[in-house]
C-alpha cells in the first residue's frame, strides 16, 4: 500500500476510536505533542501505561481473591488505573474504573467481580486497538511517509 | 529549558524591583519555571513531564513523595512550584503539601483523578495553591506560572507591610490592620520598613521577589533555629535581619528569613483562621476589655476581650488572641474569673492536650501558636505588630495586647488576656480543651497574647517570665494551635501535660498568684515545660517585646496593670515573673511559654516579650512585679529567659493577673502555668 493510502486509513481508524469512545481526546492531545524531537513518545507512554496497568490488574484480582476482602485496598487500585487510563485517554476503560469503584463502596464482592471482568475487557480492547494504530504507523514511516496528525 | 533563563530573566526585571512589585513579568517568563511533579503513576508522571516540557519548564519529575522532598531540601531555591498527585502510597499528597508549606514555602498544586467536593476542600485547607483533575490537559499547564507570581507578589506583600498594610494575608479587619500597621509599624514594621528602604533591602527584595529566588529548605532544625531567633528577638523586633544574624546559618539570606517569616505568619493566621470560628473569644474579651479593663482587679474577669476592648488591642489581635487562645469564643468578658478560675484557666490540664500539641508541635515551628488566643492582651502595638507578624493568630491578640499599649490597665489587659489564656486555658482545662488548640491554630493568638504580656513584660522584670513562650509559639504555639486547627495539626501541644503547668507554680515565679495560676495551667505547664525546654531560646524574643513591654518601672501593682501595655498581657505575666525570678517565671513562663508555644513560636517573639512581662509581672505579682519595678528593656533579657514559656506562659501569666487583677503579685495572676515571670521581654 502506497503512503498516502496508509495514512489515510490510519487517519480514519483513529477516528473510528474516537467515536467508539475508546479512546477520547485526550489521547489526540498526546498524539499532538510528540514532535520530531520526540517521535516515540507516545508509543513510550502507552507502553508503560499497559504495563502499569496490567499490575494493577494482577493487584486488583489479587486482592479479590483474598479470604477477607480489602474493598479499600481494591479501590485504591482501581483508582490509581482511573486515573492513568484519563491520563493517557482510554475512555471506556476509565468508566469501567469508575463503575468499579462504585461496587467497592458498596463493598460488593460480586459487583467487584463483576467490574473487574468488564475492566480486564475494557483494557485487552483498547491495548489492541491501541497497538494496531501503531503498528499503521509503523507502517507508513517504513513506508516513508510521517504520521498524520488527526484532528 | 533554560531555567536560569526564565528565571534569570525575572530576576533581573525583578533587580528594579519591578518583579516583585511591579508583576512586570519578563517576556521570556513563564519559560524556564522549575516544576518538580511528583506522582506514583508512572504513566501520568511521564504525561505530565512531556506537556510541561512543552510549556518550556524545566521539569523534574519523581515518582516518591520522600525523594521530592529530600530532592526539595536539598536544592533549596532550586524549584519554582510542585505538582503532586493526592493519593500516593508512601505519603499523602496533603502531608507532602504541607512539609513543602511550611519548610520551603512553595506553590503546590494538587491533582487527582478524584474530583469530589471534600478532597478538592482538603486541598484548599491544606494550603494548596490549586487543585487539578485528571486527565490534565496541557492547557491547564501552561498557567501555573501564576501561582508562583502571586505567592511572590504576596510575599512581598507582606514583608510590606509596615507600610501598607494591604488586607492580602491579613485575615484581620481591615480597621485594625490599619490600626495595627501603624502602631505596628512603629514596631516591627517600622524595621522592615526601614529595611525596605535601604538599598540592601530593595536588593534583597529583588532577589527575593524574583523566581529565582534561592529557595531554603526548612529542615525542622533551621525552623527551630529561626524560631528561637524570632521568640529571641521578641516578636517586635524580629526582623528578618536579625533573625538571620541570630541564627547565624551560613548560606542563609535575609530573604529567605524574610519570606519564611511571613509563611510563618501566615501559618500561624492559617492555624487561627481554622480556629476563627473558635475565636469568638476575641469579641468576647474585646467588650469585656472595654468594660472590665478598667479595672485591673477585675483582671480576673478581665477577658482578654476586655482588654482588647479597652482598645488596645487591636481586633485583629483579639481575634487572633481569641483564635489563638483557644479559639475559645468566650472571651472571657469582664473576666470574673476569681482566681482559682484563673487557675483552672491555666489549669490547662486539659487543654494541655491542646496546647501541648500544639506546642509540641510547634516547638519547632516557628510559628507561635497564639495560645493567647483570647487573651486580648494588651500588647502594645509593637508587640501586636510582632505578634502580628509573626502569628497572625497571636497578632489577634497582641492586638488585644498592644491596644493598652499604655494602659495601666495593661495589666488588665494582661490579666484580660491571661484571662483569655486561662480561658482558653480553661477551655482547655475544662473541656474546653479543645479550646487551646483551637487557639492553637490560632497561633497568632497566642502570640498576641505574648505580645500582650510583652507589653507587661514591663511590669514584670520578669519578662523573662513571659519567655513567653511566644518564643517558643514555635514549639509549642505550633502544638496549640494544631491541636484545634488540626489541619495544622503540627501544634502537637504537648499541653496534655498538666504536670508541666504545675511546674510552673512552682517556679515560684508566680508566686501566690502565679502559683495559683500555674497550678491552674499546670496543665499546660506541663507542655509548657516541654516547650521551655524548647524554647530555651526564647528569652530573646521577648527582647523584642520587651520594648514593646511597657513595664514601667512603676511596676508592681503597675506593673502588671500599666505593664498591660504590653499587649500581651500574657507577657506581662511573664515578665513579672521573670522579673527577677527568672528562675521562677521560668516555670510559669515555661507553662506560659509552653501555652504560648502552641500560639506559635512566631509570635513568640512577642509573646515572649509579653509574657515575659507578664511573668515578671506576675512573678512580681506575688513578689517580683512589685519587687522588680519591671526591668523593662533591661529585664528584657530576664523575660526571654522564659521565653520558653511562649505565649502560654504569658497567657496563663496573664490569665492569673487577670484573675488577681493586675494587682501585682495578686493571685490575680494565677499564671498558673504561666510563669509569666520568665516573659522574656
Same mark, same amino acid.
Given at each position: 500500500?502506497?503512503?498516502? /493510502? ?114 480486564? /475487557? ?30 | ?42 504513566? #501520568? !508522571?511521564? *504525561? ?6 512543552? #510549556? ?5 519529575? #519523581? ?202 505568619? !501566615? ?13 469568638? !473569644? ?166 498576641? *497574647? ?53 511546674? *510552673? ?85 515555661? *507553662? ?90
Amino acid at each position: 500500500m502506497e503512503v498516502g /493510502q496508509l495514512q489515510r486509513r490510519l487517519v480514519d481508524y483513529t477516528k473510528s476510536l474516537l467515536t467508539e469512545g475508546i479512546l477520547d481526546d485526550q489521547f489526540s492531545q498526546l498524539q499532538k505533542l510528540q514532535d520530531e524531537s520526540d517521535p516515540g513518545f507516545l508509543v513510550e507512554v502507552v507502553s508503560l501505561f499497559f504495563e502499569d496497568s496490567e499490575k494493577l490488574l494482577n493487584d486488583i484480582t489479587g486482592a479479590l481473591d483474598q479470604q477477607s476482602v480489602d474493598f479499600k485496598t481494591v479501590d485504591g487500585y482501581v483508582h490509581q488505573l482511573k486515573g492513568s487510563s484519563a491520563s493517557v485517554g482510554a475512555l471506556r476503560l476509565k468508566n469501567a474504573c469508575v463503575a468499579f469503584r462504585s461496587f467497592c463502596e458498596e463493598q460488593s464482592l460480586e459487583g467487584c467481580l463483576r467490574s473487574l471482568q468488564e475492566v480486564k /475487557q475494557e483494557y485487552y480492547n483498547v491495548k489492541n486497538k491501541v497497538e494496531t494504530l501503531f503498528k499503521m504507523e509503523k507502517q507508513i514511516v517504513a513506508a516513508g511517509g510521517s504520521v498524520p496528525k488527526t484532528e | 529549558m533554560n531555567p536560569s533563563n526564565g528565571k534569570g530573566s525575572i530576576a533581573t526585571a525583578s533587580s528594579s524591583g519591578a518583579w516583585k512589585v511591579g508583576d512586570v513579568v519578563p517576556d521570556q517568563f513563564p519559560a524556564g519555571l522549575r516544576v518538580l511533579v511528583v506522582d506514583d503513576d508512572p504513566t #501520568c !508522571l511521564v *504525561i505530565l513531564e512531556k506537556m510541561l516540557r512543552a #510549556c518550556l519548564y524545566a521539569v523534574t519529575k #519523581c515518582n516518591r513523595a520522600e525523594i521530592a522532598l529530600s530532592l526539595l531540601r536539598e536544592n533549596k531555591n532550586g524549584f519554582d512550584i510542585v505538582i503532586s498527585d493526592v493519593h500516593m502510597p508512601d505519603m499523602d499528597g496533603f502531608k507532602l503539601l504541607e512539609h513543602i508549606g511550611l519548610e520551603m514555602d512553595l506553590p503546590v498544586i494538587m491533582m487527582s483523578a478524584d474530583d469530589e467536593k471534600n478532597v478538592v476542600m482538603k486541598g484548599v485547607t491544606h494550603g494548596a495553591c490549586d487543585y487539578l483533575i485528571k486527565p490534565v490537559r496541557i492547557e491547564a499547564l501552561k498557567n501555573i506560572w501564576q501561582h508562583v507570581v502571586r505567592k511572590r507578589k504576596n510575599e512581598w506583600k507582606e514583608l510590606d507591610q509596615s507600610g501598607s498594610l494591604e488586607d492580602g494575608d491579613r485575615q484581620q479587619k481591615p480597621s485594625d490592620e490599619v490600626e495595627y500597621s501603624s502602631s505596628a509599624n512603629e514596631g516591627n514594621w517600622k524595621s522592615s520598613k526601614k529595611r525596605k528602604d535601604e538599598e540592601e533591602d530593595i536588593e534583597d527584595r529583588d532577589d527575593t521577589s524574583t523566581l529565582k529566588k534561592p529557595r531554603v529548605v526548612w529542615s525542622v532544625e533551621l525552623h527551630q533555629q529561626f524560631v528561637a531567633a524570632v521568640n529571641q528577638l521578641g516578636i517586635d523586633k524580629a526582623v528578618p535581619k536579625k533573625i538571620l544574624e541570630l541564627m547565624n546559618v551560613p548560606g542563609l539570606t535575609r530573604e529567605n528569613v524574610a519570606s519564611h517569616l511571613q509563611k510563618y505568619r !501566615l501559618y500561624l493566621r492559617r492555624l487561627s483562621g481554622v480556629s476563627q470560628h473558635h475565636s469568638s !473569644l476575641n469579641n468576647s474579651f474585646i467588650s469585656a476589655q472595654e468594660a472590665t479593663f478598667g479595672s485591673m482587679s477585675s483582671l480576673n474577669g478581665l477577658d482578654l476581650q476586655t482588654l482588647a476592648v479597652t482598645g488596645q488591642l487591636p481586633a485583629q489581635s483579639l481575634a487572633t488572641l481569641q483564635a489563638a487562645g483557644l479559639g475559645r469564643p468566650t472571651a472571657k468578658s469582664g473576666i470574673p474569673m476569681p482566681l482559682v478560675d484563673q487557675r483552672n484557666l491555666f489549669s490547662f490540664e486539659n487543654p494541655k492536650p491542646r496546647f501541648g500539641e500544639g506546642q509540641q508541635q510547634h516547638l519547632s515551628s516557628s510559628k507561635p501558636v497564639n495560645l493567647l488566643h483570647g487573651i486580648p492582651t494588651t500588647m502594645e502595638p509593637k508587640q501586636l505588630a510582632n505578634l502580628h507578624q509573626s502569628a497572625q493568630p497571636l497578632g489577634n491578640m497582641n492586638v488585644q495586647v498592644n491596644a493598652h499599649g499604655g494602659h495601666s490597665s495593661s495589666l488588665l489587659m494582661q490579666m484580660g488576656q491571661t484571662q483569655s489564656r486561662g480561658q482558653i486555658l480553661n477551655e482547655s482545662a475544662g473541656s474546653h480543651v479543645p479550646r487551646l488548640p483551637s487557639s492553637v491554630g490560632h497561633p497568632a493568638i497566642s502570640n498576641g *497574647i505574648a505580645g500582650g504580656v510583652i507589653g507587661i513584660n514591663g511590669i514584670g522584670d520578669n519578662s523573662r517570665g513571659i519567655g513567653y513562650n511566644q518564643v517558643r509559639p514555635t514549639s509549642s504555639m505550633l502544638s496549640f494551635p494544631m491541636n484545634h486547627t488540626s489541619e495544622l495539626a503540627s501544634n502537637s501541644f504537648p499541653l496534655g501535660s498538666t504536670p508541666g503547668i504545675s511546674n *510552673i507554680t512552682p517556679k515560684g515565679a508566680f508566686q501566690d498568684e502565679i502559683n495559683s495560676e500555674i497550678k491552674g495551667s499546670t496543665g499546660f505547664g506541663a507542655s509548657y515545660d516541654i516547650f521551655n525546654d524548647l524554647h530555651q531560646q526564647k528569652s530573646q524574643n521577648w527582647e523584642l517585646h520587651n520594648v514593646g513591654l511597657q513595664f514601667s518601672a512603676s511596676q508592681n501593682a503597675n506593673r502588671l496593670q500599666g505593664n498591660l501595655d504590653i499587649s500581651p498581657s500574657v507577657l506581662v505575666r511573664q515578665g513579672y515573673s521573670s522579673s527577677q525570678t527568672s528562675g521562677q517565671n521560668r516555670n510559669v513562663s515555661d *507553662i506560659g511559654r509552653a501555652v504560648f508555644s502552641g500560639v506559635e513560636s512566631t509570635q513568640q517573639g512577642n509573646t515572649q516579650i509579653i509574657g515575659q512581662q507578664l511573668n515578671n509581672f506576675l512573678v512580681d505579682n506575688s513578689v517580683r512585679v512589685k519587687a522588680e519595678s519591671i526591668p523593662d528593656a533591661g529585664s528584657q533579657s530576664i523575660l526571654f529567659p522564659e521565653n520558653n514559656f511562649g505565649q502560654e506562659d504569658l497567657m496563663s501569666a496573664l490569665l492569673k493577673q487577670q484573675q488577681g487583677g493586675i494587682a501585682p503579685a495578686e493571685s490575680e495572676f494565677d499564671l498558673d502555668g504561666y510563669s509569666i515571670d520568665n516573659i522574656p521581654v
